[in-house]
Structures are given as structure tokens and as C-alpha cells.
């Protein structure tokens, strides 16, 4: 085996740490490392990882993936709007919220691109993910275009 899988990623054996890490050392990975450190806000990174993260999830539904989302504490999603073409997702209680607002500034392309390769695998083909709303931005929360 020369790659892990998601599946690797719940095989954990930390007897006096647990399984949880604190949420500042997440968001100092995602803003100031990846963030501030690579170009372009490091967009293509997070982008990519995304997808691969949403593909490897192993859900078959979007409420296993709403289900999951929340388990794994990313936020808690919520279909706002849905037709045949599109829906909008809000996710409260995202990992950015209470961080200070910084306008114009979106920064939750990760969960968005796992929304991404998550929807892609369960809907059997390309599916698009935006971010347009973030509470780094001054929105109540966080909001996702998704197109089918």
C-alpha cells in the first residue's frame, strides 16, 4: 500500500491524546499555512485536496454527507434552495466562525471542494461547488453554490 485512504484516516491509536485535535491548529494549518503561505491563497491546493478528501468519504447520499459534515465537526450543512439544476448550501457553525472579518475575503474552499468531490461521486458526474457567502466576510454564515 503506497497511499491511505479514508478509512486509514479513522484507525486511531493515540491512547492519551484522543482523537481530536484543537481547532486552532486547524485553522493555523488552513489559513496561515496553506493561506497566506502559497499562492493564490493556496486556492489550487485546497481545491484539489478537497475533491480527493469528498471522494475518498465513502458516502452514497447527500444526507450521509450532511451527516458526515457534522460529525466530523466542518459545519452543519443545510439545503436552503434546490431545483433540478443547482441547490445552495449553508453551512453553520463553520470552522471560521468567530475569526475576524475581513472583507471580501472568502476562505472555506476546502469544505466546498469536499462538498464537490463528495456530490460528484454520489451524482455519478461532474457537479461545481462555489463559495459566495463565509463568516470571514461578514456573512452569517457560510454558503455554497452547488451546479449539476
Do not use: W
Not at 491512547?15 to 486547524?26: A, C, D, I, R, S
Not at 502559497?38 to 450532511?66: D, H, Q, W, Y
Not at 459545519?75 to 471560521?96: L, W
Amino acid at each position: 500500500m503506497d497511499q491511505f485512504t479514508f478509512a486509514d484516516m479513522k484507525k486511531i491509536k493515540r491512547e492519551v491524546m484522543g482523537n481530536t485535535v484543537p481547532l486552532e491548529l486547524f485553522r493555523t494549518i488552513r489559513l496561515i499555512g496553506l493561506y497566506q503561505a502559497l499562492p493564490a491563497n493556496g486556492k489550487g491546493t485546497t481545491m484539489t485536496v478537497g475533491r480527493k478528501i469528498g471522494t475518498e468519504l465513502g458516502v452514497n447520499s447527500v444526507s450521509e454527507l450532511f451527516e458526515l459534515f457534522k460529525d466530523m465537526k466542518i459545519g452543519i450543512p443545510e439545503i436552503i434552495r434546490e431545483d433540478e439544476m443547482s441547490m445552495t448550501v449553508a453551512v453553520h457553525d463553520c470552522f471560521c466562525a468567530g475569526l475576524p472579518v475581513l472583507e471580501g475575503k472568502m476562505v472555506c474552499d476546502l469544505e466546498g471542494a469536499i462538498l464537490e468531490g463528495a456530490l460528484t461521486k454520489i451524482r455519478g458526474k461532474r457537479v461545481s461547488v462555489r463559495e459566495v457567502k463565509c463568516n470571514v466576510n461578514g456573512d452569517e454564515y457560510c454558503e455554497y453554490e452547488v451546479r449539476f
